[in-house]
């Protein structure tokens, strides 16, 4: 069984979204199944980056979106994107200079920093780009 499932309670209502976010869930379904295997560091480290450039892809067009629907909560959505990149980016320069490892907290943190972004920030915007004809 996975690490981490999507499911329709996740869905943030723009397909494209809804993509973006079920390959993160996989890159993170990746590192853990990784971590529980044993796979070599510099092997998680490449799963790893894949997760952060995706990350940032997707962020931006999240954000692309919602500057294009000029979309109130913007700003704010975007101050927690880049938040988030940082915390990861974080964990990047550890791991890079030997201070940090792969654990089951760093899986939790990655899981929750997903799963509270989608349900806490992502769906409320779900009615707004609904609204707008966005699918
Ligand atoms: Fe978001």
């Known amino acids: 069984m996975a690490y981490i499932e999507w499911n329709e309670d996740l869905s943030v209502g723009v397909d494209l979204f809804n993509e973006d976010h079920k390959r993160l869930f996989e890159y993170i379904n990746r590192l853990h199944q990784g971590m529980v295997t044993g796979l070599g560091t510099s092997s998680?480290?490449?799963?790893?980056?894949?997760?952060?450039?995706?990350?940032?892809?997707?962020?931006?067009?999240?954000?692309?979106?919602?500057?294009?629907?000029?979309?109130?909560?913007?700003?704010?959505?975007?101050?927690?994107?880049?938040?988030?990149?940082?915390?990861?980016?974080?964990?990047?320069?550890?791991?890079?200079?030997g201070r940090g490892s792969f654990s089951l907290a760093l899986m939790g943190f990655l899981k929750d920093w997903l799963i509270n972004h989608i349900m806490g920030t992502d769906l409320k915007y779900k009615d707004f780009f609904l609204e707008k004809g966005v699918k």
């Open 44 to 97: 998680m480290t490449d799963i790893l980056n894949g997760l952060v450039d995706y990350t940032m892809t997707h962020f931006d067009n999240e954000e692309r979106m919602m500057i294009q629907h000029t979309y109130a909560g913007y700003e704010a959505h975007k101050k927690e994107h880049d938040t988030l990149v940082a915390r990861v980016a974080d964990f990047q320069t550890q791991l890079n200079s």
